[in-house]
């Protein structure tokens, strides 16, 4: 009887521990590799993994995006050769989720950068602008996404991100009342501005494959550049 009532405990244990992990999984599912991703979930573990996965399956993409309630619409295929070129752009509309605007206006990504950045808007640009200044971001400033070039321009060697769209540079930012913060001139400062930038770099890592800033060569001296390098979906990440 002794051990039958163990085995019964034993039981009723393992059953509320699986009712808990169960809860708690779908409580956080962010937090889990076997979960779909969804971009109105916070940013977890595994957020950077799933929107790198998105590469190569722009149907998936796009429905997130517009679940996602985003504005931002297809772009027309550009490819020029096997190195060069995207059939999943998504032209970003300052609209929806996205209340964000750029400049230069409207500018085309790949589809998995695009839904990183609904989520970089909402979860780390915003919340660092207000945590800094206690004001909202109102435009991000940009360099662009698509360049058909090699690895800082070189004439040979791998292609950049880049070349397909799968990368975005950050040059700076405006703020709610006009306020501008610069990754070449506030960088190397002390201020708020030089604090608001490595949040935002921090935050970043959580959710594209590389994030590199000025702390990572003179080549980035001017900008954040964010990638979603396919490499990302098995968790080699790059964040500097």
């Not at 991703?37 to 993409?61: E, S, V």
């Not at 990754?183 to 002390?190: E, I």
């Amino acid at each position: 009887m002794r051990r039958l009532i163990g085995w019964l405990v034993a039981l009723a244990l393992v059953a509320v521990a699986a009712w808990f992990a169960r809860e708690y999984v779908r409580k956080y599912p962010e937090h889990f590799p076997w979960t779909a991703l969804d971009l109105d979930h916070p940013i977890g573990a595994f957020t950077g993994r799933k929107l790198a996965a998105l590469t190569g399956d722009t149907a998936q993409c796009r429905a997130l995006l517009a679940r996602a309630d985003s504005a931002d619409v297809a772009a027309p295929p550009l490819v020029r050769d096997s190195n060069c070129g995207f059939d999943d752009g998504m032209r970003l509309m300052p609209a929806g989720a996205r209340a964000v605007r750029y400049i230069p206006s409207r500018p085309v990504t790949s589809c998995p950068i695009a839904a990183a950045l609904v989520m970089f808007d909402r979860d780390v640009l915003q919340p660092a602008a207000r945590k800094h200044f206690g004001v909202a971001v109102a435009s991000i400033v940009h360099a662009g996404s698509y360049s058909c070039r090699r690895l800082y321009g070189r004439s040979t060697g791998p292609f950049s991100e880049h070349a397909t769209a799968d990368a975005f540079d950050i040059l700076g930012f405006r703020l709610a009342g006009g306020r501008r913060i610069s990754v070449l001139l506030d960088w190397p400062g002390s201020g708020p501005e030089a604090a608001f930038l490595r949040d935002v770099r921090d935050g970043a890592c959580g959710l594209f494959a590389t994030v590199l800033s000025p702390d990572y060569n003179a080549a980035h001296a001017n900008h954040l550049h964010l990638d979603q390098a396919e490499r990302g979906e098995k968790g080699w990440r790059g964040c500097r």
